[in-house]
């Protein structure tokens, strides 16, 4: 049921395990009928020390880490710039008896090439959302959202939808993985890699 164990002195091989694993999970989860398997949710912290979490779409998994995308100027924008430290969390409910896997690191933006790229790969409706969504800010009624979005819609109009400044993606690099399984009667098995001063290892833990 759990995934091999590296050797512990190995520190790049127990990373490179450890975002193998989650590359697997991420495909059996899609297989076992997952309706939404790269939702995760984000942790983040506010400068007043206030944390919130919401779901966001993981849009490519790299040896360097996690990418996901968003508004630079959301509220988890304007926390992750006070503080780079942040949590994801994945639970798929239809792989085996549960999984759950929880990822802590540090998170930077992505260059705008990098941007770019994946924006240009996103359904026009969406590119013309990102111009028209003031993310997180205040609106006064739907209306003024929708007004919004048709005036985004003529700008363009015939023309390719290029992306806002104020757009673009994130890369969170691990330091911490925690792998659950879930099992019967609550003996869940737990499997925790940790880069502490640049070596990785990896250890159990009571569920
Ligand atoms: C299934 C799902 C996927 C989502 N994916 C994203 C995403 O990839 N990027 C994003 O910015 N928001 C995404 N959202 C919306 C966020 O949960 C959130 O409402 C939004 O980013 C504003 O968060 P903030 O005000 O904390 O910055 C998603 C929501 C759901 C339910």
Redesign the pocket.
């Known amino acids: 049921m759990t995934d091999a164990a590296a050797p512990q002195s190995n520190s790049a091989a127990l990373y490179q395990q450890a975002i193998d694993t989650l590359r697997r999970l991420l495909d059996e989860a899609r297989a076992a009928g997952d309706p ?1 398997p790269t ?1 995760m949710s984000l942790a ?1 912290v506010a400068a007043n020390g206030r944390v ?1 979490s ?4 993981l ?1 490519g998994l790299g040896e360097d880490g996690l990418r ?4 630079y100027e ?4 304007g ?1 992750l710039a006070t503080h780079e430290q942040a949590a994801v969390g994945f639970h798929w409910k239809t792989l085996r008896d549960q999984v759950q896997v929880r990822i802590e690191g540090q998170v930077g933006k992505l260059g705008a090439s990098d941007s770019d790229a994946y924006f240009a790969t996103r359904p026009r409706m969406s590119q013309i959302g990102a111009w028209a969504s003031l ?2 800010q205040e609106l006064p009624n739907r209306e003024t959202f929708d007004a919004r979005v048709a005036e985004i819609e003529r700008r363009f109009e015939g023309i390719e939808v290029t992306r806002p400044p104020h757009w673009g993606g994130y890369l969170l690099r691990p330091d911490l993985f925690e792998f659950w399984y879930g099992a019967n009667f609550r003996l869940h098995d737990r499997q925790r890699y940790e880069c502490r001063i640049g070596v990785w290892s990896q250890r159990l833990l009571y569920p």
Do not use: M, P
């Not at 996901?68 to 508004?71: A, D």
């Not at 959301?74 to 924008?77: G, I, N, V």
């Open positions: 939404e939702a983040t919130s919401r779901i966001v779409l849009k996901f995308f968003s508004n959301s509220a988890k924008a926390q993310q997180s």
